[in-house]
């Protein structure tokens, strides 16, 4: 399992929380690019990185390379609470600080923080919050600091300035676990992920590929438009639903889109994360089982033709 590293990221965190994922051979990466390009490489069967977050949305060096640069599919799901830390070498007071380092997604879930607390610092981006603590503990500096997870503090020997310094108390990420092929079985409480590319910039386009999903009562969790990267004003649409590809109405939503439109790319169907998941898993796969019961009872009924 390659995994964005180095010791004492939220991804590490997150990954160990899925005891069968985190019990193999991990690989830590340099940045997500490197986790995902170990995978499409055979380096490491699977990858684990982060690909949304509560405060500033999509992580978009995942969400690209999973669109345009590679054909992995998600296999699971993990939502993590997500705590930020200001830290320092020993010694290092709040008013000593000019230069704030951390990954460019974390140091913008805390702007108001830095704002406030330490204005006109100078932010410098690192490819994880737990490689700008491994910097900084390295090559102490008496006027710099690392936004990152508590555990780096104590890993790379640095003192916790302030704590909790999220802009929104319930910051939370979620991450995923992709493969080079597979779909997990359905659960009954599943995602489906997929990218929507027009044939034409036209008004209603979007219209046209919501209402197959409202014709079918399927729920969206996510979307999101992103540039196709061909030309200015050329968009896609990323979307998440609830359901999973064997659940019919999922595949026939999903067959009609495909005909209608210029492309569609799946990322994946894959168990849903959450709070009570499991419960619902069960509830709903005692439910499916229930419907299948009763409509094979009514298939029985069925005459033969003549």
Not at 72 to 91: K, S
Not at 230 to 254: K, N, P
């Amino acid at each position: 399992m390659a995994y964005l590293g180095p010791a004492g990221t939220f991804t590490e965190e997150a990954l160990g929380t899925q005891p069968d994922l985190a019990a193999g051979n991990l690989l830590p990466m340099a940045t997500i690019a490197d986790v995902l390009e170990a995978v499409v490489a055979g380096q490491a069967t699977r990858g684990f990185v982060p690909i949304e977050n509560a405060i500033e949305g999509s992580v978009h060096a995942t969400v690209d390379s999973l669109v345009f640069e590679h054909e992995l599919l998600v296999q699971r799901e993990v939502v993590l609470d997500v705590h930020l830390c200001l830290m320092a070498p020993p010694g290092t007071e709040l008013a000593d600080v000019r230069h704030v380092l951390s990954f460019p997604v974390a140091t913008a879930q805390c702007r108001r923080f830095l704002a406030e607390r330490l204005p006109g610092v100078e932010v410098v981006p690192t490819n994880s919050t737990a490689e700008a603590a491994r910097l900084l503990g390295a090559s102490p500096r008496a006027d710099a600091a690392a936004v990152s997870p508590r555990l780096a503090a104590d890993l790379y020997g640095l003192d916790i300035l302030a704590s909790a310094i999220e802009d929104h108390p319930d910051n939370q990420t979620r991450f995923v676990t992709v493969a080079r092929s597979g779909i997990p079985a359905p659960t009954g409480h599943d995602k489906t992920s997929i990218v929507c590319f027009q044939r034409a910039d036209r008004p209603g386009s979007l219209h046209a590929i919501l209402s197959e999903f409202a014709a079918r009562d399927l729920n969206l969790t996510k979307l999101e438009s992103r540039p196709t990267k061909r030309q200015l004003g050329s968009y896609c649409f990323l979307v998440d639903l609830e359901g999973h590809l064997a659940d019919e109405v999922v595949a026939d939503c999903l067959r009609v889109l495909h005909a209608e439109l210029a492309d569609v790319k799946f990322l994946g169907s894959y168990p849903a994360a959450g709070a009570g998941a499991s419960v619902r898993r069960a509830r709903a796969g005692a439910a499916w089982r229930r419907a299948e019961t009763w409509l094979d009872g009514l298939r029985l009924q069925i005459e033969p033709s003549h």
